[in-house]
């Protein structure tokens, strides 16, 4: 479907009073129409590894001007909406959302430092938060738009944090469906990654991400201010940017392929799942938050092996004391669920 897209005006242009009635006469069905479908299409070319159709198509979105319409709207009417970035801006009129959806290109883009904060998780621990400013947020979510796209169609098909239509609940039913036959396995791996978030390589990322480099690069190195201080980044997504979760997924994404071509794979070197799993692996991911199934203690420390080779190129490591082995008559815990 070809998309004709309204003249954009320079900001410059118009008045307050200007901007404010065009954000009002925006046609949000439409817009919507105009980015799913190109996602649509990106996400097919993706899965059908056609990569050249995915560049091709994915600077299109980000220079969409719907694109950019959507992406200041989901970062104005999200739960974050009202806390600022380091420059204290929000972007609460009209006017404000329509310059701001003008003004976002990537031409010489470059991302201010974070707002460090930190929220108490149940455990009673702190878990910190970097927060973009508003214009890295619509920046981070125009670009999400893309990777979004890309990372439900070639990702992990058990992975389902953070992914359009799927949810924990989604992710528990799977599980079940592994464990509630006479003969499902009896003992589960369950996997806890270090400070994932925290220490994914800026090297793996900036290989591995399909995104403009220097558009990532400065996402990644922005640094994070903490009582009045600039802290660099050298590695790792900040939690708390519109972008981090699906960086998380991509650098996950590939595990379950890679015990298949433990546990499944063929005396070819073929995978096929319908071969026998004479070893009951099954594996179910919801963000780095992961369950693997095995039919013995022997295969279940062989599972963690085949995680931590997987996870090494990616600067990630399991955590010891937290990664178990469990019996499943001892019951487990996976997403609050025991």
Not at 81 to 102: C, E, F, H, Y
Not at 137 to 144: K, N, P
Request: hydrophobic share 35%; proline share 4%; with cysteine.
């Amino acid at each position: 479907m070809n998309v004709r897209e309204p003249e954009i005006t320079s900001v410059t242009d118009l008045t307050d009073k200007e901007l404010t009635q065009q954000w009002k006469i925006i046609d949000w069905k439409r817009v919507k129409e105009v980015v799913n479908n190109l996602q649509s299409r990106i996400a097919s070319a993706a899965k059908n590894g056609n990569w050249k159709t995915v560049n091709k198509l994915s600077r299109l979105l980000t220079r969409s001007f719907y694109a950019k319409l959507l992406s200041v709207r989901k970062v104005t009417t999200n739960k974050g909406s009202r806390t600022p970035g380091i420059d204290g801006v929000i972007w609460s009129s009209s006017a404000d959302k329509m310059r701001a959806a003008l003004q976002l290109t990537n031409k010489g883009y470059r991302a201010k430092p974070l707002t460090r904060k930190y929220i108490r998780k149940k455990s009673g621990k702190l878990r910190p938060l970097s927060i973009p400013t508003m214009f890295d947020r619509a920046m981070q979510t125009l670009h999400s738009l893309v990777l979004g796209a890309i990372e439900s169609a070639a990702g992990d098909k058990t992975s389902f944090g953070f992914k359009p239509y799927r949810s924990t609940k989604d992710a528990y039913a799977y599980l079940h469906l592994c464990l509630s036959k006479k003969v499902s396995p009896e003992w589960i791996v369950e996997g806890d990654i270090k400070a994932c978030f925290d220490e994914i390589s800026h090297n793996w990322i900036l290989d591995s991400i399909p995104m403009d480099k220097r558009i990532l690069k400065e996402f990644l190195k922005a640094g994070y201010i903490e009582n009045y201080h600039l802290f660099p980044t050298e590695k790792g997504t900040p939690q708390g940017g519109p972008i981090s979760p699906i960086i998380g997924n991509m650098a996950l994404n590939g595990l379950e392929n890679a015990l298949a071509m433990r546990f499944y794979s063929r005396s070819d070197g073929t995978i096929d799942k319908s071969h026998q799993n004479r070893h009951k692996v099954s594996y179910v991911r919801f963000a780095d938050d992961l369950v693997v199934t095995a039919d013995s203690p022997e295969t279940a420390l062989e599972i963690i092996d085949v995680i931590q080779a997987f996870l090494d190129p990616r600067g990630l490591k399991l955590s010891e004391e937290k990664t178990l082995v469990t019996n499943i008559s001892e019951g487990f815990n996976f997403l609050g669920w025991n």
